[in-house]
């Protein structure tokens, strides 16, 4: 039999599933989810201009935290948008 080739993310995936990183969850929980994945989707863009040596430095906090430097500043104007 023919094994697929699993992109770089499947294989994430795989790995995360073999070490049981992923739990059951009941319908109530998922749809919980489900809601808060949909509240945070990104439907607006902004385009902006910024100082290179603050942009290096967000980008090297992001890429201490693993997280793409998009997401990081995405996160950081969300955080100050609810308080």
Partial sequence: MRQAKLTRQEKTIEEALVKGEYVDVNHQQFAQIAQAI??????????????????????????????????????????????
Avoid: C, M, P
């Avoid at 902006?48 to 942009?55: A, H, T, W, Y």
């Fill in 38 to 83: 949909k509240a945070r989707k990104k439907d607006s863009v902004l385009n902006i201009r910024i100082n290179s040596q603050d942009l290096e430095s967000i980008r090297q906090k992001a890429r201490r935290l693993g997280i793409k430097y998009q997401t990081f500043i995405s996160e950081f104007l969300h955080r100050l948008a609810q308080s």
